[in-house]
Every structure is written in structure tokens, then in C-alpha cells.
């Protein structure tokens, strides 16, 4: 089935500094989503994208769809605290139902 | 937010026992699916339905049965419970066409198996 890698696994970084997390897939995906999840919560989606090349903000978070299709980046702009969480990039190659494949996530860690 | 319960939100229970889990949405979204998160796994597919009755396996759905009967219910059932069953469980909903990929998600349930 699909694969999606994504990387760093984990980061630890000072309030203020800039993130970019990205993710990889074996094969051509026509959707991408990221999602950030809390302690002891579900995950939250934060950006959906469609088109190749297609970069979306929100607030502080840009995520774009990469031109080959395979691959996806979020960037978190001077970050804060309340950042910290598990990021998820997820994938769907079109098919049908909305399946989605979820890559392992990246641990974000911010000192104050 | 969406309107997703999931009950129990925590659950503990003996190999070998069967266990149900619901699944709830106020949102008449026709897409519901259930996931399991297991550390260093991320979030995997158990089961999914796009239709009262109609539903279909994911990747990891041995050992799992699902039912839909109405719109808004949607449950997950371990027939016999294992100890490699112990997972945070998440369902989640999407609505159609487009933003049938716009999942969202509910609380958990947190199930242990001993």
C-alpha cells in the first residue's frame, strides 16, 4: 500500500524560531492534509491542499503540495508554546471514500 | 468543532472478552472510519463506511468488526479481545465529494487489554 515518510521524527526548539517539517510519498498523491494532535486528544485539521504547487496559510502555519506530487511541507512561523503537539501529514492517491494514509508524525517540543 | 463523541473514553478489559465502541456524530456526514494509534505508527485505517450498511476493511482490520445501522452511529467490535489490540482507538468523519478527505475527529478511547 501507500507509504508516507515524514520527518523529523522530533524537534526541540526555542519560542520564537521558525519549523519546517515535510513529508514524503512512494507514489503520486492528489490531496494532502496536515493535522496537529494534543495530548489526550483527537487530531485537528489545520491545512487541506489540492493542487500541485498550491501553498495555504493559516495564522502562522504555511503548508505547501509539492510539484512532483509526492511530497509535502508545513513551516510554523516564529513559534509558541502552545505549538507543541504531534504534527501528521496525510495523503489519499484519489482513491475512493475519502481513505487517507497517515505518515508517523513529527514531536514538537518548544522551550520557553 | 465537529460534533464527534466516542464512548467509553476508556475501557479495560480481559483477553478473550468481546469489547464494542461507538462512535456518534450530529454532523449527518456520510463518511465514518474508525483508526487505531499505536506509537511509531501514526493513525491506521481499521475500518471505514460510506453508507448506513455499507462498509468496507481498512489495513489493519483483523480481528475487527464494524456496523452502521444509522447515520450517526457507527460501531467498532473486538469479538475476542487481544493484548495486541491495546491502542488508542479514533473515529473520525468526513462529508462528501471533495471534503470527503477532510477528516475530523473525535476525543478517543483509550483501550487496554490484560
Known amino acids: 500500500g501507500q507509504q508516507l515518510n515524514q520527518s523529523p521524527q522530533s524537534m526541540f526548539i526555542q519560542e520564537g524560531e521558525d519549523v519546517s517539517m515535510n513529508c514524503t510519498s512512494s507514489?503520486?498523491?492528489?490531496?494532502w492534509l496536515w493535522y496537529k494532535q494534543d495530548p489526550g486528544e483527537g487530531p485537528v485539521l489545520l491545512i487541506a491542499l489540492y493542487k500541485a504547487g498550491e501553498l495555504t496559510s493559516n495564522g502562522r502555519l504555511t503548508a505547501q503540495f509539492g510539484i512532483t506530487r509526492k511530497d509535502s511541507f508545513l513551516n510554523i512561523s516564529a513559534s509558541i508554546p502552545s505549538d507543541v503537539g504531534i504534527y501528521f501529514c496525510a495523503g489519499s492517491g484519489g482513491t475512493s471514500y475519502g481513505k487517507l494514509t497517515f505518515g508517523q508524525g513529527t514531536i514538537l517540543t518548544v522551550h520557553p | 468543532d465537529a460534533g464527534i463523541t466516542q464512548s467509553p473514553r476508556h475501557k479495560v478489559t480481559e483477553t478473550g472478552t468481546p469489547v464494542t465502541l461507538r462512535c456518534h456524530q450530529t454532523?449527518?456526514?456520510?463518511?465514518m472510519y474508525w483508526y487505531r494509534q499505536d506509537p511509531g505508527h501514526g493513525l491506521r485505517l481499521i475500518h471505514y463506511?460510506?453508507?448506513?450498511?455499507?462498509?468496507d476493511k481498512g489495513e489493519v482490520s483483523d480481528g475487527y468488526s464494524v456496523s452502521r445501522s444509522k447515520t450517526e452511529d457507527f460501531l467498532l467490535t473486538l469479538e475476542s479481545a487481544t493484548s495486541s489490540q491495546t491502542s488508542v482507538y479514533f473515529c473520525?468523519?468526513?462529508?462528501?465529494?471533495?471534503?470527503?478527505?477532510?477528516?475530523?475527529f473525535g476525543p478517543g478511547t483509550r483501550l487496554t487489554v490484560t
Open positions: 507514489s503520486i498523491f492528489n490531496t
Open positions: 463506511s460510506y453508507g448506513v450498511k455499507d462498509t
Open positions: 473520525a468523519i468526513s462529508g462528501a465529494g471533495q471534503l470527503s478527505y477532510e477528516q475530523y
Open positions: 454532523e449527518n456526514h456520510r463518511y
